[in-house]
C-alpha cells in the first residue's frame, strides 16, 4: 500500500490563531512542536513519536462524541495523569476518564471551540 500514515488533520475554526496557540500551550500539539531527528523544528509541522494510531469510522449515531460533530480527535499521550492535573490546574474540564483493560487509560477534554479531544494513554506493550 502507498499511504505509510497520517499527514496531517485539518479542521475549522472560528479564530485558528487562538485554538492554536491553546492547542500548543496546553497540549504540545501543532506546527513547531517538537524536532525532527536532526533536532529541528518547524512552524508547520509537529513532530509526533511513533505509535499506534486508530482510524476507525463510528456509526452515524454514535453517542460516544457530540451528534453535531463528524470527528473528535484522539491523542496519544505519555503519563495522562499528570497531563490530567495539569489541564484542571489550568481550568480545563475534564469531562470523562476511563480505563479500558487492554487499551488504556482515557480522559475527555473540549478545547476553547467545543472540539472533543480523547486522551489516550496506551497500556504498556510487553
Same mark, same amino acid.
Given at each position: 500500500?502507498?499511504?505509510?500514515?497520517?499527514?496531517?488533520?485539518?479542521?475549522?475554526? !472560528?479564530?485558528?490563531?487562538?485554538?492554536?496557540?491553546?492547542? !500548543?500551550?496546553?497540549?504540545? =500539539?501543532g506546527g513547531?512542536?517538537?524536532?525532527?531527528?536532526? $533536532? &529541528?523544528?518547524?512552524?508547520?509541522?509537529w513532530?509526533?513519536a511513533?505509535?499506534?494510531?486508530?482510524?476507525?469510522?463510528? !456509526?452515524h449515531? @454514535?453517542?460516544?462524541f457530540p #451528534?453535531?460533530r463528524? #470527528?473528535?480527535?484522539?491523542? &496519544?499521550?505519555?503519563?495522562?495523569e499528570?497531563? =490530567?492535573?495539569?489541564?484542571? #490546574? #489550568?481550568?480545563?474540564?475534564? @469531562?470523562?476518564?476511563?480505563?479500558?483493560?487492554? =487499551?488504556? &487509560?482515557?480522559?475527555?477534554?473540549?478545547?476553547?471551540? $467545543?472540539?472533543?479531544?480523547?486522551?489516550?494513554?496506551?497500556?504498556? &506493550? $510487553?
Amino acid at each position: 500500500m502507498p499511504v505509510i500514515g497520517m499527514g496531517g488533520y485539518f479542521f475549522r475554526a !472560528k479564530d485558528p490563531p487562538a485554538l492554536k496557540a491553546w492547542y !500548543k500551550a496546553h497540549l504540545g =500539539v501543532g506546527g513547531g512542536c517538537g524536532t525532527d531527528e536532526s $533536532g &529541528r523544528s518547524n512552524e508547520w509541522v509537529w513532530f509526533t513519536a511513533g505509535g499506534p494510531m486508530v482510524f476507525e469510522p463510528f !456509526k452515524h449515531d @454514535t453517542d460516544y462524541f457530540p #451528534a453535531d460533530r463528524t #470527528a473528535m480527535i484522539n491523542l &496519544r499521550v505519555d503519563g495522562l495523569e499528570a497531563l =490530567v492535573a495539569d489541564l484542571r #490546574a #489550568a481550568g480545563i474540564e475534564i @469531562t470523562r476518564e476511563e480505563n479500558m483493560d487492554g =487499551v488504556g &487509560r482515557f480522559a475527555h477534554i473540549h478545547d476553547p471551540e $467545543g472540539n472533543l479531544i480523547e486522551l489516550w494513554e496506551p497500556e504498556p &506493550r $510487553g
